[in-house]
C-alpha cells in the first residue's frame, strides 16, 4: 500500500470522517486544507435519490455564474403537466441574457437570446424541435396570421398552444376564435 504524503495527512487529520459539515464550515474547511498553488477547484455531491436508467428520473442542469463566462449559458427544464406552463414562463423572464432550453418528453423549445453590448438590445429567436423536424416560431406565428387573415380576422391578442407530438400549434384569437396550423 502507497504511503501518503505529509501535507496530505495534515489536511487529512483536520477532517473527521463521517461528519456532515455546515456549508460555511465546509467551505473554510477547503479553503484551509488546500495547499495548491493555483486556484483549485471543488466538486460538489447531492444524493438526490434517481434511478436515472429511467427517463422520467433524468435530471440535467446548469448554472449561471455569478460574473458570467462571456459564453451563451443553457438551461434544461425537464418535466410535464402543468409545470410546462410554468417553465415556460421561466424561459420567457430569463431569455434577456440567456439561453433557455425546455423539453417535455421528446419536445424541445428553445429560445437562444444574444446581448447586445453597446444599445442594450436582446435578440430572441424560438425554435421547436420534435422528432428531427424543427421550425421556428416567426414562421408558426406567421402561419397562424395568414390562418386568421384568410377567416377575416384582425386579432389583438394570440395565445399559442404548441404540441409538436400532434405536428400542430393551436391559437385563439381575442378568446373567441380558434384554429389549427401545422407546425412542420
Not at 5 to 10: L, P
Not at 93 to 106: F, L, P, R
Not at 153 to 182: F, M, T
Amino acid at each position: 500500500m502507497a504511503k501518503k504524503g505529509k501535507r496530505y495527512q495534515e489536511a487529512a487529520a483536520l477532517i473527521e470522517k463521517g461528519k456532515a459539515y455546515p456549508i460555511e464550515e465546509a467551505v473554510a474547511l477547503v479553503k484551509k486544507t488546500s495547499n495548491v498553488k493555483f486556484d483549485a477547484s471543488v466538486d460538489v455531491v447531492f444524493k438526490l435519490g434517481l434511478d436515472t436508467r429511467h427517463a422520467d428520473q433524468q435530471l440535467r442542469g446548469a448554472i449561471v455564474l455569478p460574473h458570467g463566462t462571456g459564453k451563451t449559458k443553457k438551461v434544461l427544464v425537464v418535466t410535464q403537466g402543468a409545470k410546462v406552463e410554468e417553465a415556460k414562463e421561466t424561459v420567457k423572464e430569463a431569455a434577456k441574457a440567456t439561453t433557455k432550453k425546455v423539453s417535455a418528453k421528446k419536445t424541445a423549445v428553445k429560445t437562444t437570446a444574444k446581448k447586445a453590448v453597446a444599445k442594450k438590445e436582446v435578440k430572441t429567436e424560438t425554435f421547436i424541435q420534435y422528432n428531427d423536424e424543427q421550425t421556428d416560431m416567426d414562421a408558426v406565428l406567421k402561419r397562424v396570421e395568414a390562418d386568421l387573415k384568410a377567416q377575416k380576422v384582425a386579432a389583438k391578442d394570440i395565445k399559442l398552444y404548441i404540441k409538436p407530438q400532434d405536428g400542430a400549434c393551436y391559437y385563439v384569437a381575442d378568446g373567441k376564435v380558434a384554429g389549427r396550423v401545422d407546425l412542420f
